[in-house]
């Protein structure tokens, strides 16, 4: 690591229409740092460009519409804050939660923001902001299922569980399961496909994608546990090696919920019962 020295402020070249308060804000996120490691605050500041991974499927958080190709959620909407503030050109990057590590470590992306489920197996490979959502385990059935009626009826016997690959639903499931069969679904076959084909029974979800199925097909059905089950946080996720970067992501969470930007933009996507508040 390079020696720490003092930042100049005459190299930031902030690109933004509101340059005095940009450059105030920039000036407090960049005052306690002393040095760039890493490389990737360097190059997102000589680019001018923020690359944000994204998973296009998550309903709610970085969805896009196959309709029309418009990107729409919680997600989106941040990123953007995120890239107004720094002054920097946005550029998406399709991404997912089999891809994330790879995409980040990589150097395909510079954050990911899609709601990142933190587990300790993604925390030994990357580094997460403080968290912003939390969402529990959910099940999805057909409403004219015999075989799932309530949470009780998963792990039994005979049941065949479905879980998209590489989500934290994937480990917890396989730990949990006792009786029933854990089914991994890989893509491009999805959770829902299998369940209308009758593969699987019931697949496990979290809360954004459930608001999916809920708001968008009449036959499923929602399978919920009576008490919390494995509550997972959701924070940004960044490649390790670059504490001035992560310091600017974690400081834009702060932010984000301290001014309540963070509400605002979980009541528009119907996601305000999962918001981190601490």
């Known amino acids: 690591m390079r020696e720490p020295r003092p930042v100049n402020p005459s190299r930031w070249r902030w690109r933004t229409a509101g340059c005095t308060r940009n450059a105030l804000l920039l000036a407090a996120l960049m005052g306690a740092q002393t040095a760039w490691a890493g490389g990737v605050l360097e190059r997102v500041k000589a680019s001018a460009t923020l690359r944000a991974c994204i998973w ?112 934290f639903m994937e480990p ?38 459930s608001r999916r199925l809920l708001d968008n097909a009449d036959w499923a059905r929602l399978v919920a546990p009576a008490r919390p089950f494995h509550p997972i946080p959701y924070a940004y996720a960044v490649k390790p090696g670059d504490d001035a970067w992560w310091q600017m992501v974690e400081q834009f969470v702060a932010r984000i919920k301290r001014d309540g930007r963070l509400e605002a933009a979980a009541k528009r996507h119907g996601l305000s019962e999962i918001v981190f508040r601490k």
């Not at 499931?173 to 593969?199: C, D, F, N, W, Y």
């Open 56 to 167: 296009p499927a998550y309903y709610g958080v970085t969805f896009r519409n196959p309709r029309n190709q418009q990107l729409k959620g919680i997600d989106i909407d941040l990123s953007a804050e995120f890239a107004r503030e720094l002054g920097f050109k946005l550029v998406y990057v399709d991404s997912s939660f089999a891809t994330l590590t790879g995409d980040l470590l990589g150097n395909r992306c510079d954050v990911a923001m899609f709601a990142v489920g933190v587990t300790p197996e993604r925390q030994q490979q990357l580094r997460f902001t403080q968290p912003y959502l939390q969402s529990d385990i959910y099940g999805v059935t057909t409403r004219s299922s015999r075989i799932i009626r309530t949470w009780d009826d998963i792990d039994q016997p005979g049941v065949q569980v479905g879980v998209q690959a590489a989500t």
């Open 172 to 209: 917890v499931m396989a730990q949990v399961l006792k009786h029933a069969a854990l089914v991994v679904i890989r893509s491009p076959q999805t959770r829902e496909e299998e369940l209308e084909a009758g593969r699987v029974d019931v697949f496990m979800t979290d809360y954004p994608y």
